[in-house]
């Protein structure tokens, strides 16, 4: 297993029990059996590491789902890694990670609607189909937070 892969299993590990903003690079290292040199040789901070762990385990997964007809299938891949990350997920959440999160999950539904407005319409302009996709993850993002 690779360093930064080590790194990530032993942050998942402890924010299961403990909120991501109580967890020093010290406890990750020791916990991780590695030199703190180390970590700080591959992450500038915990936070870098977390986004790291998003992007590694979710969003380039989901790239290949932005299309008409997988969208659908790309969104269960989201649930489904949300469900089985839940710990991880709801500590981010509750963190001070929180935009954290907010910035992932919105570049990932945006990725997914510019990528079916792309599919379905070759030739719309970059800037319309961009406009496309902020407009509707805003719409979701707006009824989310109005409980709709």
């Known amino acids: 297993m690779d360093t930064k892969q080590?790194?990530?299993?032993?942050?998942?590990?402890l924010m299961k029990t403990i909120p991501v903003d109580h967890i020093t690079v010290n406890q990750l290292t020791s916990s991780?059996?590695?030199?703190?040199?180390?970590f700080y040789y591959h992450f500038a901070d915990i936070n870098e590491l977390v986004a790291w762990i998003y992007n590694r385990e979710i969003v380039t997964q989901l790239a290949v789902y932005q299309r008409e007809r997988d969208w659908g299938v790309g969104l269960g891949v989201l649930v489904t890694?949300?469900?089985n990350n839940r710990h991880f997920c709801l500590n981010t959440f509750h963190s001070l990670n929180r935009d954290l999160l907010s910035r992932f999950l919105y570049r990932v539904a945006f990725n997914m609607v510019a990528g079916v407005v792309?599919?379905?319409k070759v030739d719309c302009p970059a800037t319309f189909r961009d406009e496309?996709?902020?407009?509707?993850?805003?719409?979701?993002?707006?009824?989310?937070?109005n409980g709709l």
């Open 81 to 83: 890694y949300i469900e």
């Open 32 to 38: 991780a059996d590695v030199a703190r040199n180390t």
């Open 6 to 13: 080590k790194l990530a299993d032993t942050l998942k590990e």
């Open 118 to 120: 792309q599919d379905l």
């Open 132 to 145: 496309i996709a902020n407009f509707m993850v805003g719409h979701w993002r707006h009824r989310l937070r």
